[in-house]
């Protein structure tokens, strides 16, 4: 009863964009465990501050996800990050496509810490420069370098794959 009243609209806000949340946080994470944890601490921040962010909480838990994530990759800087295999989305799937989907993430894997956030904002949320921006707190200069940079990172690491039948079976990605 009264602490139903307190989150009135989350457990509907979960059930509705629970799915491209955790999709966000495994792909920052670079696996699904991982991602739910990140997602949990992120809710659990939402909830905390629920009264003051009710008009936009998919933004304020967004900006959170890219916070921590951040925060666990400043923690991760002396140690090497192994990413591993991202669930696809709940639909059908032809197995080369699964290949070529872990194989990104593994190249994406191989991108600094900025670049990777700025790309998975960009492209993978599809926010506007200004948006992403103001998720990661730097200027929209930045956000276009670092996705300038990151795009061409990751044509360097998949220009061989349009000539190998399968872009990991080298061991380039493992």
């Not at 991982?34 to 998919?58: A, C, H, I, S």
């Not at 639909?91 to 080369?96: F, N, S, T, V, W």
């Not at 790309?119 to 930045?142: D, F, K, M, N």
């Not at 940079?149 to 080298?170: F, K, V």
């Amino acid at each position: 009863m009264g602490g139903e009243s307190r989150f009135d609209g989350l457990e509907a806000f979960v059930a509705r964009r629970g799915d491209a949340l955790l999709a966000t946080a495994a792909l920052l994470t670079g696996d699904r465990a991982t991602g739910e944890d990140l997602l949990q601490v992120g809710l659990e921040r939402l909830m905390r501050n629920w009264k003051r962010v009710r008009g936009d909480p998919e933004g304020y838990l967004r900006r959170t996800l890219y916070h921590l994530a951040v925060d666990r990759w400043r923690g991760l800087r002396r140690r090497p990050e192994v990413l591993a295999a991202v669930e696809p989305p709940a639909q059908p799937d032809r197995a080369d496509a699964v290949a070529l989907r872990q194989a990104l993430v593994a190249a994406l894997a191989r991108l600094p810490v900025r670049q990777r956030a700025v790309l998975l904002l960009r492209y993978w949320e599809q926010l506007t420069e200004a948006e992403t921006a103001e998720v990661l707190g730097c200027s929209v200069g930045t956000v276009k370098s670092n996705a300038s940079r990151g795009i061409a990172r990751l044509r360097e690491l998949t220009a061989n794959w349009a000539m190998e039948d399968d872009p990991i079976s080298d061991g380039a990605f493992r």
